[in-house]
């Protein structure tokens, strides 16, 4: 399993955009990644995912404003968020893999004016 360290989080306004980085222990090459986010009170839910492949996919509150992508070369898995919303506010996490899962320490995203 690889340890995961996400940065990049902090406070923005809303309509406004951040990118959150996801760096890995080891190679990620081969394995599924995905960015999910906790809100206070709420169960974590899935955000987006990509696979060794390339291939995305999102939550509906998110599309066509998220975007996930990897560089395998780094080791490290990304998210831009763009158009934040008040609802967007989360502790964002990093995950890798399908049956053996890792989690990263999370995130803070808080959207407000």
């Known amino acids: 399993q690889v340890q995961l360290v996400e940065s990049g989080g902090g406070l923005v306004q809303p309509g406004g955009s951040l990118r959150l980085s996801c760096a890995a222990s080891?190679?990620?090459?081969?394995?599924?990644m995905g960015w999910y986010r906790q809100a206070p009170g709420k169960q974590r839910e899935l955000v987006a995912t990509i696979t060794s492949g390339g291939g995305s996919n999102y939550a509906d509150a998110v599309k066509g404003r998220f975007t996930i992508s990897r560089d395998n070369a780094k080791n490290s898995v990304y998210l831009q968020m763009n158009s934040l919303k008040p609802e967007d506010t989360a502790v964002y996490y990093c995950r890798a893999g399908v049956f053996r899962v890792s989690w990263g320490q999370g995130t803070q995203v808080i959207v407000s004016s």
């Open positions: 080891g190679s990620i090459a081969s394995i599924m």
